[in-house]
């Protein structure tokens, strides 16, 4: 399936600074997404959609604060009470990213047709000052009975750019599809 490639990225070839690795991830999670939702996978929006609705609720919260009528000290009360909700939904937002979204590049729905089948949690981590890029795949939903057993893979970047920073398309999309075959593929039966 890798001619599934569209020619229009070979136009607009994805280059990175190879000297920051915020750079170099970025394009390879970008990329990663586009691979996953090119199979079918639809991207599940709701975690995006609830930070942004705890992000949107905290801002309100400090522009009441900044713009209530009343001056210091005759509000004080109620400034107590928005910091105290600002820090509760920003620890909440917090704990959100860290519990549920953790490494996570992408959520998708189940591919649509298919019913023995979950979404999918896209992960993956680039340490800092480290070459080695991990992608995982794992179900959206780990206790159902169509979750699958989790894959993943650890390579160097240096093997999907070229040395003026430009991602060799055709043999990222080839890693990454065989992960999401690897993820699809039916578990063994141990009898």
Known sequence: MASNNNNSSNKNPKKANLLDHHSIKHILD?????????????????????????????????????????????????????????????????LIIYTKEKNAILFTHPPEGFFNSTGLVVSSKLPRFSDLYTLSIASADPKSKAAKDPVEFTKSVTQWFTTDGILVEGLFWKDVEGLINDYAREPKKNK
């Open 30 to 94: 970008e990329y990663v997404s586009e691979i996953v939702t090119s199979r079918g996978y639809v991207e599940d929006v709701r975690m995006s959609n609830v930070r942004l609705l705890m992000g949107s609720i905290i801002i309100i919260i400090a522009l009441v604060a900044q713009f209530y009528p009343k001056k210091f000290p005759e509000n004080r009360d109620f400034l107590i009470v928005c910091i105290l909700l600002y820090i509760l939904f920003n620890g909440l937002l917090q």
